[in-house]
């Protein structure tokens, strides 16, 4: 079969969660028509009234017209096997992240979809390679990896496996064209782009939790810095449970002390705003993040019961490690070509994660300091924190030669 180009007519999704329903809108309101398969009937039949909800909504506030109302709801088929989309251009994965479930599906698809179709599947951690290597097409399978709520937030992370073909990628970011995403093409690693680097900061965090500040400190930091929301905000708007149960299933991580704020609260039943309660206290309806002294005394308890001696963490501080920590996994993404150029990774941070617009991303935030400076706080953190904290190559390189990360091109400087 010709490799030259994919088109992109008919698509298919799989799964009927948020993201598959997010994912679903994105396509339908592109004016895509797609088949929707989900295990559980009832859940795909909740999902189809939910799209209906969503479509009379927009139509109420006059973003729509009735004939695209009625358009939008028309290009989505409800389908109750894999044989039923023996005929798509491309299927969405969109079942939790779970290795062996994707494996599983995949298999399912590989077998029952015409063979000139893309797989893609949408998760945001996984061994794209590892899912793509159960297929007999590992040319034409990536990632597509949505960020919630899919139909309306930009980002969209393509994800190139070791096998995935040029022209695949190609009608990847002419559909991410068309939904009108911000597509920005990452390599195959543990959290791709925007959530392998959030992984370092979030850790940043987490230590200072225990180190001696609080949560409504930290994020009223990094929301002063310019972030839309900080760390602690963000953990409550998706959930804590999210990773607790994950660590739950996967019978690891649960004994790590960064995260024994988050499984006290989920112990208590703190899951976040959907709760009303998580690292934060939230009024019967409303999403506003109130101020919660039972938090901060678990906190204190939970940091006491680990052996730290807390002690007094300002504002400068906290920015600085958390912004640092993006920094210097950026630099690590870089070097290893997961990103093209910085400006790459800007957009994943603008777009998806809430990074001050103003800065232009982290890695143009870190270019308007001077990456000699940048590396002289990386070598003071790393005296006083450890080899975490190392400069990343990249860094030791372009500021010896007085470059910025604008200067890299495709890895190299």
């Not at 997010?22 to 189809?48: H, K, R, Y």
């Not at 479509?55 to 039923?84: K, M, Q, W």
């Not at 992240?97 to 995949?106: A, D, G, P, S, V």
Request: glycine share 10%; net charge negative; aromatic share 6%.
């Amino acid at each position: 079969m010709s490799q030259t180009a994919f088109s992109i007519q008919q698509a298919a999704v799989i799964g009927a969660g948020t993201m598959g329903r997010g994912i679903v809108m994105s396509l339908a309101n592109a004016g895509v028509p797609v088949l929707w398969l989900d295990n559980n009937p009832q859940m795909l039949e909740q999902a189809m009234a939910v799209l209906a909800e969503t479509n009379a909504h927009n139509l109420r506030l006059g973003r729509i017209d009735a004939a695209e109302s009625a358009a939008r709801l028309a290009r989505v088929t409800p389908v109750d096997r894999y044989t039923a989309l023996a005929e798509v251009d491309l299927v969405i994965e969109a079942v939790y992240e779970n290795l062996e479930l994707k494996q599983q599906i995949f298999r399912s698809l590989d077998a029952a979809v015409r063979p000139g179709a893309i797989l893609a599947s949408n998760t945001s951690y996984l061994d794209i390679d590892a899912i793509a290597g159960v297929t007999g097409r590992p040319q034409q399978v990536l990632g597509l990896h949505f960020f919630s709520p899919a139909h309306i937030m930009k980002l969209l992370e393509i994800v190139r496996g070791q096998a995935t073909a040029p022209a695949v990628l190609d009608a990847a970011l002419a559909l991410g064209q068309r939904m009108g995403k911000v597509s920005v093409v990452a390599g195959n690693c543990h959290g791709f782009i925007g959530n392998r680097m959030l992984e370092q900061y979030v850790r940043e965090a987490r230590k200072m939790l225990l180190e001696g500040a609080y949560p409504q400190q930290i994020d009223a930091a990094l929301q002063g810095f310019g972030f839309a929301m900080g760390p602690f905000r963000m953990y409550d708007v998706v959930g804590i449970d999210l990773g607790w149960r994950a660590r739950q299933l996967a019978g690891e991580g649960q004994d790590e002390p960064l995260v024994q704020v988050d499984n006290a609260l989920c112990e208590l039943g703190r899951f976040g705003q959907k709760a009303r309660m998580g690292y934060y206290h939230y009024a019967e309806g409303s999403r506003q993040a109130e101020h919660d002294p039972e938090v901060d005394a678990l906190v204190l308890r939970v940091a006491e019961g680990l052996g730290y001696r807390r002690r007094d963490i300002g504002a400068e501080e906290i920015v600085e490690r958390c912004v640092l920590a993006l920094v210097n996994e950026g630099a690590k993404i870089l070097e290893e070509n997961i990103a093209a150029t910085s400006h790459d990774v800007d957009l994943v941070y603008l777009n998806g994660y809430g990074f001050p617009a103003a800065t232009g991303g982290p890695m143009s935030w870190a270019d308007g300091q001077g990456l000699a400076a940048v590396r002289a706080r990386l070598q003071q953190l790393q005296q006083l924190f450890g080899s975490h904290w190392q400069p990343a190559a990249l860094i030791e390189q372009l500021a010896a030669g007085g470059k910025r990360f604008a200067d890299v091109q495709e890895g190299r400087a």
